[in-house]
């Protein structure tokens, strides 16, 4: 899987700043100023994510997240 294969969530953190995330890669998340920031940043957060997946030798999680009510 990769980046693009993942539903991401995004959404503003009180008072100031937006998160996106990958709910199904643990600690796979960006915090910053804008949403768009925070999706660049959750872009360059995923590969080191992946990488640390593939030295381990563990595959990368499916996506189970599903947006229930948006």
């Known amino acids: ?12 953190n009180q008072p100031e700043g937006w998160v996106a995330e990958i709910p199904s890669i643990s600690g796979c998340h960006a915090l910053m100023p804008t949403a768009e920031e925070a999706l660049i940043e959750l872009a360059e ?5 992946e ?4 030295e381990s030798g563990q595959p990368m999680p499916r996506d189970t997240t599903e947006i229930v009510h948006a």
């Open 51 to 54: 990488e640390e997946h593939r």
């Open 45 to 49: 957060v995923y590969p080191l994510i």
């Open 1 to 12: 899987m990769g980046f693009d294969d993942y539903k991401i969530v995004l959404y503003r």
